[in-house]
């Protein structure tokens, strides 16, 4: 199944009102070839976790929220780090957010997810990941944690203890647990715009997002 993710929001009643939607426009999908693997290709280790995206080009598996106040752009590569700059300016009472998708979810014995990345200002982002551990929407719950980026030119590799997640007050998860193999989303959102409701311009470079079977 193919999802335009900004068309499927957009049937979301919730998530109009949280998140800036562009106005739509027809747009033009070409597809070549969809194959069907024996085998489900292996994601570089980073250590002995799993990359969920390496930001490369072009980019895989993210979607952007935030509509046309969103510029994404492929800076040349610091060596051979692939990035993409993300430049946003994001008006009160919505957020933008980088979803990514995991389809065959996350490895159980993930202790953290680690983020390489750098950005103009100090900024907080909020971190989600959605389970889905059956059909329905009952069978979804969603997980928090935050982090914060301090400003300035050099990268960062932040790490965030699946510990620190903790179950969205707007879910209930049947089994009370975090089922990291069944984590389906990992999504990275600024929402000083929605919970201050002000105004927040900013510049984020992400280079990897992974996880790592290490405990900080
Ligand atoms: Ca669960
Ligand atoms: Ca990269």
């Not at 914060?148 to 089994?175: R, Y």
Request: proline letters at 5%; a negative charge; one cysteine or more.
């Amino acid at each position: 199944m193919l999802v335009d993710l900004a068309v499927f929001f957009r049937t979301m009643a919730e998530a109009n009102d949280m998140f800036y939607l562009p106005v739509q426009v027809e747009q033009t999908l070409w597809l070549d070839e969809l194959k069907l693997l024996s085998e489900t290709p292996e994601d570089e280790p980073a250590d002995d976790g799993m990359v969920i995206n390496d930001y490369s080009s072009p980019l895989r598996g993210v979607a952007f929220l935030g509509g046309d106040s969103i510029e994404v752009t492929a800076p040349e590569a610091e060596g051979d780090q692939a990035h993409v700059q993300i430049k946003y300016s994001v008006p009160a009472g919505t957020l933008m957010a980088i979803i990514h998708q995991v389809p065959g979810g996350l490895p159980a014995d993930t202790k953290a997810l680690t983020l390489r990345a750098r950005c103009d200002e100090d900024a907080t982002f909020f971190i989600n990941m959605e389970e889905q551990t059956d059909r329905g929407d009952e069978n979804k719950a969603g997980y928090n944690a935050s982090i914060t980026i301090s400003g300035g030119p050099d990268w960062q590799t932040l790490t965030v203890p699946i510990a620190e997640f903790t179950l969205g007050e707007e879910h209930e998860d049947l089994n009370g647990k975090l089922d990291l193999e069944h984590v389906q989303m990992v999504m990275l959102a600024n929402i000083r715009s929605l919970v201050e409701n002000v105004d927040i311009e900013g510049v984020l470079y992400l280079d990897e997002l992974a996880t790592t079977t290490e405990a900080d």
